[in-house]
Nanobody, 119 residues
Framework: QVQLVESGGGLVQAGGSLRLSCAAS????????MGWFRQAPGKEREFVAA????????YYRDSVKGRFTISRDNAKNTVYLQMNSLKPEDTAVYYC????????????WGQGTQVTVSS
């Protein structure tokens, strides 16, 4: 069973940056696409970004294009989400996900990390 552990969340002012990390263990990391999703209070969980197994393809929701960058280091079994020009509407719990298909999540999730953007 895979284990996914997120880190890097926190409180930041609007316009600031954060870098989230998700460390995977338990099986072959490079065999799976990886993704990030988020859930704001009172809202459904939504897709943020995904990256292919070798990192050659990436996919983003429209509202984060040009501001967020997903990347991975298969040697470190880690996927990252660099978030720049953060906005208050980016405030949410961010979850790492294994094996997404486009913007549909796979079965395995991390515990989440809180990102709060103040105006």
């Amino acid at each position: 069973q895979v284990q996914l552990v997120e880190s890097g969340g926190g409180l930041v002012q609007a316009g600031g940056s954060l870098r989230l990390s998700c460390a995977a263990s338990g099986r072959t990391f490079s065999s799976y696409a990886m993704g990030w999703f988020r859930q704001a209070p009172g809202k459904e969980r939504e897709f943020v970004a995904a990256i292919s197994r070798r990192g050659g393809s990436t996919y983003y929701r429209d509202s984060v294009k040009g501001r967020f960058t997903i990347s991975r280091d298969n040697a470190k079994n880690t996927v990252y989400l660099q978030m720049n020009s953060l906005k208050p509407e980016d405030t949410a719990v961010y979850y790492c996900n294994e094996g997404p298909m486009g913007d549909h999540p796979g079965a395995n999730w991390g515990q989440g990390t809180q990102v709060t953007v103040s105006s």
